[in-house]
């Protein structure tokens, strides 16, 4: 039985042509950004990457860009994985007057790659099966389809590590935007894990992004 496989872009590093699309250094926005600091421990958020809204390819509008942060204190346990509790961020930022507002602290930024797209394709119906109601061959087509889908991509569906666990907002589940791999960026997303960026479904949501982690 074939599959329909999503159309889909792969994020691949190394890669230019895109502005304002990367990995670490740090965050360069079309418009005014606040750097955010970590609601559970009040320190500052370490900017791990940034993505634009390009026509086609990746729809942000209204938004010019969004900027992804994640608490890295040592010294506490913040929940910096959950997408609720305010120990990471995925902030939005209207085009206008670019302004970066300095971290609330010292912080220590991640090497910078840039991003590129790349066309990719990917088992839409492998990936998206319930685990835990999956046949065996269901789940062999699951690995495969995890190891052939690109693990930083736009678009497409999420290639959970650690089960399903898309957030909701406004009463509704968001929608997936895009996925990176922790490598070869060096990011801490637990064991070589994945961070997974969503947003709600409705355009006035006070907070349209959400942003989460899973470890392998």
């Not at 346990?77 to 939005?92: H, I, L, M, S």
């Amino acid at each position: 039985m074939s599959h329909p496989l999503a159309p889909l872009w792969a994020l691949v590093p190394g890669r230019t042509g895109v502005p304002l699309m990367k990995v670490g250094g740090t965050p360069e926005a079309p418009g005014p950004l606040e750097w955010p600091a970590c609601a559970m421990c009040g320190g500052p958020q370490r900017f791990l990457f940034q993505l634009p809204h390009v026509e086609g390819r990746l729809d942000l509008a209204p938004h010019a860009s969004v900027h992804v942060f994640q608490c890295e204190n040592p010294d506490t346990a913040c929940f910096r994985w959950d997408p609720e509790e305010g120990a990471n961020a995925a902030v939005p930022v209207k085009a206008g007057a670019p302004s970066v507002s300095a971290p609330p602290g010292p912080v220590k930024p991640y090497a910078e790659w840039t991003l590129g797209f790349e066309p990719a394709t990917e088992d839409t119906e492998a990936l998206s099966v319930d685990v835990n109601e999956a046949t065996e061959e269901q789940l062999t087509a699951l690995d495969r389809a995890q190891e052939e889908a690109p693990e930083s991509k736009v678009g497409g569906v999420p290639g959970w590590l650690n089960g399903e666990a898309t957030p909701e907002c406004c009463d509704a589940p968001m929608r997936f935007v895009a996925q990176l791999s922790a490598m070869p960026f060096g990011l801490e997303f637990g064991d070589n894990g994945r961070g997974y960026l969503f947003r709600c479904t409705r355009e006035d949501c006070v907070r349209p992004f959400r942003f989460l982690t899973q470890g392998a």
